[in-house]
């Protein structure tokens, strides 16, 4: 007789058998929900290139970090969109006591206190007229050395404003080491940076353009990784780790998996993966098209990240597939 003994199918036959043996789980507590505010709207902002998406009102701000809780969802990112004419060439809205992102960060946490992790984006290219994540020096190039100190000073004064965990997103030498000084200099000594570690130039990030009403012209090539490059993810890692990150992220997401799991298997601290705009918009215009199935298509790119190893993941559907979660387990 010629046939196998073993079946890999015997594992597959029924939805109970395949429950039982998965090796990885989506669990909502681990999914962080980034958010925009903006200022000076009175109702919320659709962003067209990601459907259901929105520029919060300080007050649906609040609502959807409500709705955030009610869900389960573990954690928020807070990022702020300034009125244009505030915006200058040192981001001034950012050190601001009552910039936009600041006014977000304590209108959130009063509104649910410490049922999430609230986090926010330490980075200039939100509150800048050039739309650069750092100051320029005089011949127009971003200037890293002169870019920490506004760093440092944003992080203060946004864990004054209530942010549990900081998210510097960057990509300036030596970041994690000035706000992590700066944060225990100002008594903030438990709040946490969550370094974007990894963090490589990307296409992908189209829609977040539109999303934060950027103001760049031309790319982050100098500062933000290159993509070819795998091994300097973990010099990265190292770097942040050794300047006092609690956790790191990588950043894009699915383009990144091989980069995700390396981090991941060298990591001693939480590793976290940032599903970002450009890889939700296209599962949103293909579902529309009627080419993938929405709810699938989102349910398995999560899943790449679990199992590539990450232990949080950044994404816009937290809520949503928060609360599919909620439903499958039965209420
Ligand atoms: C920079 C920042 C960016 C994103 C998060 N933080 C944009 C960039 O680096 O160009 C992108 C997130 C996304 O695309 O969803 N503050």
Redesign the pocket.
């Given at each position: 007789m010629n046939y196998p003994r073993t079946r890999p199918r015997r594992l597959r036959t029924t939805p109970a058998m395949r429950r039982m043996v998965a090796q990885h789980r989506l669990d909502a507590s681990d999914l962080i929900l980034?958010a925009f505010v903006r200022e000076g709207i009175s109702e919320p902002v659709a962003i067209s290139s990601m459907p259901g998406v929105s520029q919060h009102t300080l007050d649906s701000l609040r609502k959807a970090a409500a709705e955030a809780v009610e869900a389960g969802v573990g954690s928020i990112m807070l990022f702020g969109v300034p009125e244009d004419a505030k915006k200058d060439a040192v981001g001034t809205p950012g050190t601001d006591p009552d910039g936009i992102l600041q006014r977000g960060l304590r209108a959130v946490r009063e509104e649910v206190g410490d049922d999430l992790v609230v986090m926010s984006?330490v980075?200039l290219?939100?509150v800048t007229d050039h739309g650069h994540?750092g100051v320029l020096d005089a011949r127009g190039r971003v200037d890293n050395d002169a870019t920490l100190p506004r760093y440092a000073e944003m992080a203060v004064v946004q864990a004054d404003a209530g942010a549990h965990v900081l998210g510097p997103?960057?990509m300036m030498d030596g970041q994690i080491g000035v706000i992590r000084d700066a944060l225990e200099a100002a008594g903030h000594h438990d709040v946490g940076v969550l370094a974007y570690s990894v963090?490589y130039a990307s296409a992908?990030?189209g829609?977040?353009r539109e999303a934060v009403n950027s103001s760049l012209k031309g790319d982050?090539r100098t500062y933000?990784q290159d993509p070819p490059n795998a091994r300097e993810a973990l010099r990265e890692l190292e770097l942040d780790l050794a300047e006092g990150a609690d956790m790191v992220m990588v950043k894009p997401g699915m383009p990144y998996l091989d980069v995700l799991r390396s981090v991941a298997d060298a990591s001693p601290v939480p590793v976290a993966a940032?599903q970002?705009?450009?890889e939700y918009a296209m599962v949103e215009a293909a579902a529309e098209r009627g080419w993938l199935d929405r709810e699938r298509a989102i349910e398995e790119t999560l899943m790449s990240f679990r199992r590539a190893g990450a232990d949080m993941v950044l994404t816009y559907w937290a809520t949503e597939f928060a609360q599919r979660l909620r439903v499958a387990a039965g209420g």
């Open positions: 980034p984006d980075c290219d939100e994540c997103s960057g963090k992908f990030y829609p977040f982050r933000q940032y970002i705009s450009g």
